[in-house]
């Protein structure tokens, strides 16, 4: 039987002093406020409710209408999403980063001992901020020789308090930790595999490994509630069971409670028990059966639309195609770390690669060695070999394979620069010339020489409507949002739509190299149906290469038992690579 919802009649008599503050946030959960007549054992509580920004003062456009949720000490929770970055605003919301009309008034944590503020932590992996600024950062730094500034470790970074000089140097936080949070510490570094990366600069850690030292860290700051984002995003298959046992047991023990944020095609641990479903701005909460019962068949129905066909690809043998990519031995060492041992790889026109290996295994750094990102890709010597396009990395111009290949990777999302002024049209116009600013009149780049005939760009200017219509708002079924989508700005789109916005760059320009890193991150269900079946469906022509790198299967576009010649596998392991067809 579903637990049912505490309601609570709207005429109540509450003997309340309410001084509540708009800004949850700021506001101590239990100060001032008679809670007598709610249960003690309420975590959460937020009686109906319409949600609204800050700054939509006359609550004209709520983000989500009637929004009703408890949650109980000792049940499991999961806030599982379907519309876009809906899921983060729910948890968002928990955050203290919306109103609520009208306010609660035991606030949303009615018996939270300490101030909300710190009883409250949400560890979000959406990417780069929106205020982070509009320009573009240089991410390949790291790869390189690490600068005086870029050598600070993650010890130093993210955990100082565990350095032995940390409380006699800081003044400020002059506490040396408890013997509690050193055991917590411990425990917790080494069953992350955190220990050996302490000492090394922040800079060189994996997405995989710096995220994981994100949530140590956010853990070591002993929140009562905390609010896990996408936790298993970027993490790898063997780490995955190890990270939700550690989550588990640390939410039996309330030390913190956990709740957990998921995509809907995520699965969902077995230890939730319940789960908030957020859907085009309402939002349902119960039981995990329950309420998964309910919603499957509104997913299934969304998902469903346009069945996968079999791979469109080319009948000309694979030995008789191009190669785009030839390594033979290829290393890449740092000091004494060697990341990349004796590697070779043929990637010929028209290939489907999968890119696979556990976190750390050395994905990225391989990608920046064939796309010429990478300074050793300019010095493999004899009898190690390099040749991309047919000609060793020395012998191509950057902005050359820039043209060359199309890229989407936690990176590039990063790094592209969020500027107030740049349309959704402008970013995706930046593709063609695999530049960061748009160019030329009209925004669709001023080509290699700088001279595009106008043939060439009538050309550009039709790909650009066209990705955008095929893989945008239209595409995955909202067509309210897809008017005038390509004139909205791009700093103002949600981490999902902004994500695919780097898509249709990467592909806008038919490369003959995609690479698509990591692509689906903070999208919804329906935006990556659509994109998947697009890149099957002629997105990606016979005669252009895909390399996708996840940890996930069910995330390749292309399936191993589809017709035609099957995706191929290649493996990394502790740096060494392994192929399978
Ligand atoms: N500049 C550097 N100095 C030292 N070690 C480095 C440097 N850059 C990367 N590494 C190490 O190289 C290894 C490979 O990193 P890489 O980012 O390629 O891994 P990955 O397979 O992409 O991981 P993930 O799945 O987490 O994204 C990691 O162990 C990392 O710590």
């Known amino acids: ?60 456009s709520p983000i989500f209408c009637g929004l009703e949720w408890t949650v109980r000490e000792g049940e499991s929770w999961a806030v599982v999403g379907a519309g876009s970055g809906e899921k983060t605003t729910l948890l968002e919301v928990l955050d203290g980063n919306y109103r609520l009309k009208p306010p609660p008034h035991g606030g949303i944590f009615p018996f939270l001992s300490s101030s909300s503020a710190k009883a409250v932590s949400l560890v979000s992996f959406a990417h780069r901020p929106r205020s982070s600024g509009g320009q573009f950062y240089d991410y390949t730094a790291r790869y390189g020789s690490v600068w005086e500034e870029d050598r600070i470790t993650l010890r130093q970074s993210m955990f100082p308090e565990t350095l032995p000089e940390f409380a006699r140097r800081d003044n400020v936080h002059s506490v040396e930790m408890t013997r509690e949070d050193k055991e917590l510490f411990d425990e917790l ?23 994981k030292a994100r949530i140590l860290k956010a853990l070591l700051v002993r929140p009562e509630l905390m609010l896990l984002d996408e936790p298993l995003t970027g993490v790898d298959a063997a780490t995955r069971p190890l990270l939700l046992t550690i989550l588990h047991s640390l939410h039996a023990a309330r030390s913190p409670r956990i709740v957990l944020g998921l995509r809907k095609q995520d699965p969902i641990p077995e230890w939730i028990t319940h789960v908030a479903a957020v859907m085009g701005g309402s939002v349902r909460t119960g039981e995990k059966e329950d309420i998964l019962r309910k919603l499957s068949e509104k997913w299934n129905a969304q998902t469903g639309r346009g069945k996968s066909t079999s791979p469109k690809q080319t009948s000309i043998p694979r030995e008789k195609r191009d190669v785009l990519v030839h390594m033979e031995n290829v290393n890449v060492r740092y000091h004494e770390r060697h990341v990349l041992k004796d590697i070779t790889w043929k990637i010929h026109a028209g290939d489907r690669w999968h890119l696979q290996g556990p976190n750390g295994s050395g994905k990225t750094t391989l990608l920046s060695i064939l796309i ?33 290949v199309g890229i989407v990777s936690p990176e590039i999302y990063n790094a592209f620069p969020r500027r107030r002024a740049m349309t959704v049209r402008e970013a995706v116009g930046t593709g063609f010339d695999g530049t960061y600013v748009p160019q030329g009149k009209r925004g669709v780049g001023l080509g290699l020489q700088g001279g595009l005939t106008e043939e060439e760009e009538k050309w550009r200017l039709e790909r650009v409507e066209e990705v955008i219509s095929a893989l945008g708002p239209s595409g995955w079924g909202d067509s309210e949002k897809g008017e005038g989508f390509g004139q909205r700005n791009f700093a103002d789109l949600s981490a999902g739509e902004q994500g695919l916005v780097l898509l249709m760059r990467a592909l806008v320009g038919r490369p003959p190299l995609v690479i698509l890193d990591e692509v689906w991150s903070g999208m919804d269900g329906s935006m990556i149906e659509n994109a998947k079946r697009y890149l099957r469906e002629g997105g990606v022509g016979q005669e252009q290469a895909v390399v996708v790198v996840t940890h996930w299967e069910e995330e390749v576009p292309w399936r191993r038992e589809e017709g035609g010649e099957s995706i191929r596998q290649f493996r990394l392991q502790e740096g060494s690579g392994i192929e399978s067809a």
């Open 189 to 211: 570094v080494h069953k992350l595999d955190l220990e050996r990366l302490l000492d090394l600069p922040l800079i060189a850690l994996s997405n995989g490994q710096t995220r």
């Open 1 to 60: 039987m579903p637990r049912p919802l505490i309601s609570l009649p709207e005429a109540m008599s509450w003997t309340r002093r309410t001084t509540i503050s708009f800004r949850l946030k700021s506001l101590p959960c239990s100060a001032l406020i008679h809670t007598d007549a709610l249960s003690k054992d309420l975590l959460i509580h937020i009686p109906k409710c319409n949600v609204y920004r800050f700054d939509d003062t006359k609550s004209t």
């Open 372 to 404: 010429g990102d990478h300074p050793q890709s300019y010095t493999q010597r004899s009898p190690s070999h390099l040749t991309l396009f047919g000609k060793p990395r020395s012998k191509h111009a950057t902005s050359f394979l820039a043209t060359r």
